[in-house]
């Protein structure tokens, strides 16, 4: 029964910005960690940023100082604000979310284009 739909990718300029949303729902558990992974074609999946349910946050390199991933908790939705986007960034981005019990659940992913 558990869903994690994401949301607000798109097409943006070099430069723009874009913030995606994701949101879990469907379980009872309690939600422990929630993260962004990204895939670009031809390349292999690699974890973009992830946060606690104490707001603990970690960024990879290519995104820091670029992006933050935050969350609400009582709505289960995680949030990536992208910043500074580059042609680099294009990808399929999914949100994952870790249950306490129950383990982890991908969304579907959505795209992210940037146009030089």
């Known amino acids: 029964q558990v869903q994690v739909v994401e949301s607000g990718g798109g097409l943006v300029q070099a430069g723009g910005s874009l913030r995606l949303s994701c949101a879990a729902s469907g379980s009872t558990f309690r939600v422990n960690y929630m993260g962004w992974y990204r895939q670009a074609p031809g390349k292999q999946r690699e974890l973009v940023a992830v946060i606690s349910s104490a707001g603990r946050t970690n960024y990879a390199d290519f995104v820091k100082g670029r992006s933050t991933i935050s969350r609400d908790n009582a709505k289960n939705t995680v949030y990536l604000q992208m910043n500074s986007l580059k042609p680099e960034d294009t990808a399929v981005y999914y949100c994952?979310?870790?249950?306490?019990?129950?383990?982890?659940?991908w969304g579907q992913g959505t795209q992210v284009t940037v146009s030089s």
């Open positions: 994952y979310t870790d249950y306490e019990i129950g383990g982890r659940y």
